[in-house]
């Protein structure tokens, strides 16, 4: 099946009008689809939609004649998806921006998920304080701890002046209902953190090559042994998306980023996460195009057993990075 294949038969399953690869904007509004199919985010008992819009790709741009990210937001949970993410670090807030135009007529319908880069406990709750109202909200589903780096003190998280003080200070106002960690440098470091403090959810990364399986192997088993949703990120590859077909071969060089040999259809990366145990995968987009293909792709469900081993044969190489 080609991609022009692949979309028109994203428009059924979507709800979406057949737009082109480069992101051109659908006339006219549609009604809202049916959600997605749901998980259960680990112990927190809430159920979120298998695919989540990413904050990062097309959503941290400003509104232009060829791309409108707070139409991609409306466009999303049109189509089914009902968990958004961000982060202020999105582009310097105007992720946070572009969403809160949808959250001020929808915030009802959304799994909001937001993130604060601070470690200190005032950086946390002013930088909190700036997200919400750029969201348009007064609260978070879930806000997590953004970015974990191999070389920063851990330890310096939970002490009084911590980030960790602020989120449970947040969470205990019901200005978040839970917490959780980010990070993608290294499965190592996410097992270490995981171990350290009691986050409801980890969001890390997740793909067919062979530098994330480590991921799969360490990473994976200790949040389920902790009863924690596991969300997926970087099925692309991160950064150009350079796994996914369409996008350029070659990645952006960032030991945290990912290419390979072959390219597969960006489908297939999202149903690969899916065929693991996690509750969603976060997925940026361009264009209202990728995002039929994603949304067609969690809607017919993980791939097999035997599509899954094809898939990591054809991605394997070592990619990006060690």
């Known amino acids: ?72 937001a409306n466009k999303a949970i049109d189509a089914g998806v009902r968990y958004f993410d961000t982060a202020p670090a999105y582009g310097s807030g105007q992720s946070e921006k572009n969403y809160g135009e949808v959250l001020a007529q929808r915030r009802g319908e959304v799994f909001l998920a937001g993130k604060t880069g601070q470690r200190t406990y005032d950086g946390a709750m002013r930088e909190v304080e700036a997200s919400l109202k750029r969201l348009r909200t007064d609260h978070l589903d879930l806000l997590q701890v953004h970015n974990t780096h191999v070389d920063e003190d851990l330890a310096a998280w939970g002490k009084p002046d911590g980030v960790m003080k602020a989120l449970e200070k947040l969470r205990d106002q019901k200005v978040a209902r839970w917490i959780g960690v980010t990070g993608h440098e290294s ?58 077909a369409g996008n350029p071969i070659k990645n952006d060089g960032a030991p945290n ?58 991605l394997g190489g070592q990619g990006a990075g060690p």
């Open 1 to 72: 099946m080609d991609r022009r294949e692949f979309l028109a038969t994203a428009v059924a399953a979507g709800g979406l009008a057949l737009a082109p690869w480069d992101g051109a904007r659908a006339a006219e509004p549609h009604a809202p689809s049916a959600p997605l199919p749901k998980r259960q985010l680990g112990r927190t008992g809430a159920e979120v939609t298998v695919l989540g819009l990413g904050g990062f790709t097309g959503m941290k741009e400003v509104r232009s004649n060829t791309f409108d990210p707070v139409e991609l």
């Open 187 to 244: 499965a190592e470091l996410m097992c270490r953190v995981i171990g350290m403090y009691d986050f409801d959810t980890v969001l890390t990364t997740f793909n067919p090559t062979p530098k994330r399986r480590e991921y799969i192997q360490k990473v994976l088993p200790l949040a389920l042994e902790k009863k924690m949703g596991v969300l997926a990120m970087k099925l692309m590859g991160g950064a150009l998306g350079s796994l996914a």
């Open 257 to 314: 980023h990912d290419d390979a040999p072959q390219q597969a259809e960006p489908g297939e990366l999202v149903r690969y996460a899916l065929g693991l145990p996690i509750a969603a995968a976060i997925v940026g987009t361009r264009s209202l195009a990728q995002l039929q293909v994603n949304v067609q792709a969690a809607r017919l469900g993980p791939l097999g057993e035997q599509e899954r081993k094809k898939l990591e044969a054809r």
